[in-house]
């Protein structure tokens, strides 16, 4: 019966795992090793950063059977805010802390109202995403912000001049993630109010207080991811980021998380933001048209979750 | 002997190391009503998914009507006449009565769906049957006990040759079981083969003409009813000749110290005036049949749709109003859900973590592996659950070892009244016995147990004292080791005692 448990683990991330060895070889060799050069690994983890502590806080939420479709507007707004202040002369500690806590405070509206209320995830954070992007915009009436070298110079500096700051915050958020999945009450709850709400319920969890923190969680990293974007850049505008969304929960999903709800890992979503990054840095470095990246980016996702489901029904038809 | 209308013919089949079925034949022959018995992991389940075109058989033969078949799968089975009525019900509650037996047999003028013709026909159908529900209502506003027939009219529209149903009569009360025995009765006379899967021997002696009892994968008795009585078939069923239930008799119960005590709870047109105390180490159970009020009282007292009652309950002598589950948990109350599928198991989950999900609080925030593999491992020993793997998926055992699984998951937490709503439905004789004895030595370390129950047995192998309900109310208190089930069922059925004899 132990084989057994070890086979299903592998089926869950067995498909990512193919699929990010494969086009590893393919781009490496497509691009005569350039993929593989130290200073392109580098290019390639950074720009997965991003997109790595956003999918993290999108797998809590995906975990507990909801959605977060306010990423994008939580960042935008937050960057804005987060370079006014930094123009007013506030201090950077205390702009970045800002940041932080109102990221958190867009997510403990979600929270709440799906928590607590048991609105429509789906919904709810939609409406949030128009309404805070619509927030941000409204308070810089459009204009892009910029010149903020000190957090840059923080942000984006690098451990040793090896390993740069975003993949170190990245691989923070991550090992945090890790534990608090894996080794906490409050992990182990969020799976089980994902796999069955009602018999979370009778087990006396409290359902609204793991779901909300869930948004919030989610909500905080994206205060992170906007500090993140608006170091990196050095700039922040209301187009600073696009369909974060949709690249976080593509990156839950390569990684095996399930949007029923009850299943998913950050080592999978980790592995899933990186194998995105790498499909879009060798399609750039081969000089494949940003459109035709597109159309490859989806291929790509639909296959994975293709074979994920195939193997699905095969295991259940056995 | 006339022709079988389904017969398997040694069957085989494993699932990785585990042989489930090994050389099974069963005939199955139209106008019978045939019993199929066996304790849970017997295979029963596996012999009726294989007759279903759900899994396929690793040796062994399917002949219908005498020629031997191949099923693509599930559809292909029911296209040729093999249906089936699960315990857990699968209609779309959403809708009425007749779009859920109509289903895909829609009676169509120029193109559109014909409701009237529709609906006649299936008025039709329920008056042949004899079920009089009212053909236009949604699903989900019908009491379970119509929903079954409304599910059993749904298989019957289809016109099948042999119809299997999975423990029809396990949610059901004494009077809707009639109904359901009498439809049963009137299928049998249109030429159906209608196989029983059951737990209850009444039901056996009283409708079967055949029955085959299975015992770890093998046939061990099979042939007319009339030969079998209840010794002989427990006997079968279980591979040796035992007392099956062991009637209850020492108490536990320290009558000074009250654990709860309930004071005139009602919930309107659900329950009124209930009043009764628990005590230290005690077994109180409530008896009464489905829709007497007991599984609401149950849910109450653990605070399922908080403090909508009237009335007190007092813990210790506290107030206690729970405003949650959660809540209820947080002052020492534990609650065994009615339905395992629904409210019991998380099937994402691991035995381990099923076990353990009511008790993370004692695990503290980072949970304390080591203890948790320790009190989980020793639930598993003192459950009996089999196979004892922490680390199997819920969704591997068999029905009576998940029940046992959450059951230990209360015991696991350590709390101090545990109230159990139908604690050993769908689960085997054997089984049951184990059930009772780890409540009984619970009850000895002092904790309080209430058990709601239909089931008469085990309300006199369980319990201290009896208190049963009907129609919301409290209509008579017993002692267990006084009474009989004729008493207890007297007073839920008509609520007075029988008129003695002189």
């Given at each position: 019966m132990k084989e057994k448990k070890g086979r299903f683990q592998f089926g869950q991330m067995g498909g990512l795992i193919i699929l990010a060895v494969f086009i590893t070889a393919f781009f490496g060799i497509a691009t005569k090793g350039v993929l593989l050069s130290s200073q392109n690994i580098s290019n390639i983890l950074v720009s997965a950063s991003l997109n790595g502590v956003i999918g993290i806080g999108m797998t809590f939420v995906l975990i507990t059977g909801g959605i977060d479709l306010s990423v994008t507007g939580n960042i935008i707004m937050t960057s804005l805010f987060l370079g006014s202040m930094m123009l007013l002369g506030v201090p950077w500690f205390l702009c970045l802390l800002m940041a932080l806590v109102i990221g958190s405070m867009v997510g403990l509206v979600n929270g709440i109202s799906i928590g607590r209320f048991g609105m429509v995830a789906f919904v709810v954070t939609m409406a949030m995403n128009n309404i805070t992007s619509g927030i941000g915009k409204l308070y810089t009436n459009g204009l892009t912000q910029y010149g903020f070298p000190k957090i840059h110079e923080i942000i984006c500096g690098s451990l040793f001049g090896v390993i740069p700051g975003p993949v170190l915050l990245m691989a923070v958020v991550a090992v945090l993630a890790f534990i608090i999945l894996k080794y906490t009450d409050y992990g182990r709850q969020l799976y089980a109010v994902g796999g069955n709400p009602k018999a979370a319920w009778m087990s006396g969890i409290n359902n609204r207080r793991i779901i909300m923190t869930a948004y919030v969680i989610s909500g905080f990293l994206c205060g992170l991811g906007a500090v993140l974007m608006t170091s990196k850049l050095m700039s922040a505008s209301s187009s600073m980021v696009t369909a974060t969304e949709m690249d976080a929960i593509a990156a839950a999903v390569l990684g095996g998380t399930s949007l029923a709800g009850g299943v998913g890992t950050v080592g999978g979503t980790i592995i899933g933001a990186i194998t995105i990054a790498m499909i879009t840095n060798g399609l750039n470095l081969m000089g494949v048209s940003p459109f035709a990246q597109q159309i490859v980016k989806g291929v790509i996702i639909f296959a994975v979750v293709a074979i994920d489901s195939f193997q699905k029904s095969r295991r259940s038809a056995e | 002997m006339a022709e079988s209308v389904l017969e398997a013919r040694d069957i085989y089949k494993s699932f990785g190391s585990n042989n489930v079925l090994e050389g099974v034949s069963v005939r199955f022959y139209e106008g019978r009503v045939q019993a199929l018995l066996g304790v849970n992991g017997a295979g029963k389940s596996t012999l009726v998914k294989i007759l279903q075109g759900v899994y396929q058989a690793d040796k062994g033969d399917i002949l219908l009507n005498g020629e031997k078949i191949v099923y693509s799968g599930p559809a292909d089975a029911l296209k040729r006449g093999i249906s089936m009525v699960f315990q857990e019900l699968n209609m779309?509650?959403?809708?009425?009565v007749t779009e859920n037996i109509i289903g895909s047999h829609r009676i169509k003028t120029h193109g559109m769906i014909n409701w009237k013709a529709c609906r006649q026909s299936v008025r039709a159908h329920l008056d042949e049957l004899g079920i009089s529900i009212d053909e236009t209502v949604q699903v989900k506003e019908l009491s379970l006990a119509d929903q079954q027939l409304v599910e059993i009219a749904r298989c019957v529209y289809e016109k099948p040759k042999i119809l299997f149903l999975d423990?029809?009569?396990?949610?059901?009360s004494k009077a809707e079981e009639e109904i359901l025995y009498r439809l049963i009765r009137r299928l049998k006379e249109t030429g159906i083969c209608v196989v029983l899967i059951t737990h209850k021997m009444e039901e056996v002696f009283e409708l079967c003409d055949q029955l085959s009892v299975l015992r770890d994968g093998r046939v061990t008795a099979s042939g007319d009813v009339a030969e079998f009585d209840v010794d002989r078939i427990t006997g079968d069923m279980l591979g040796k000749t035992v007392d099956i239930f062991k009637r209850s008799s020492v108490t536990n119960g320290n009558y000074d110290k009250v654990l709860m005590e309930v004071q005139k709870l009602g919930i309107p047109r659900k329950f009124e005036d209930i009043s009764f105390k628990l005590y230290e180490g005690e077994i109180l159970a409530f008896a009464g049949l489905v829709g007497s009020g007991k599984s609401e009282l149950a849910r109450a007292l653990f605070g399922v749709n908080g403090v909508k009652y009237t009335g007190k309950i007092l813990v210790d002598g506290k107030p206690y109003a729970p405003s949650a589950p959660y809540d209820a948990s947080a002052q020492g109350i534990g609650y065994v859900p009615i339905s395992r599928k629904e409210e019991g198991i998380f099937t994402n989950f691991e035995a381990k973590s099923n076990i353990s999900s009511a008790m993370l609080a004692k695990l503290g925030f980072f949970i304390d592996r080591k203890k948790e593999d320790d009190i989980t491992g020793r639930m598993m020993e003192e459950f009996n659950v089999r196979p004892r793997n922490l680390h199997q998926n819920i969704v591997n055992f068999s029905g009576g070892n998940q029940q046992k699984i959450v059951l230990s998951r209360w015991i696991a937490a350590d709390k101090r009244i545990v109230l159990l709503d139908e604690p050993t439905r769908g689960v085997d004789v054997g089984a049951k016995q184990e059930i009772y004895d780890n409540l009984r030595r619970l009850a000895s370390e002092g904790i309080g147990i209430i058990i709601f129950s239909s089931e008469t047995n085990e309300l006199l192998s369980s319990s201290d004292r009896i208190i049963i309900m009907r129609e919301g109310k409290m209509v008579k208190e017993l002692v267990t080791a006084e009474t009989t089930s004729e008493e207890i069922l007297m007073y839920s059925i008509a609520g007075k005692e029988a008129v003695k004899e002189v």
């Open positions: - | 779309f509650g959403e809708m009425s423990e029809p009569s396990s949610s059901l």
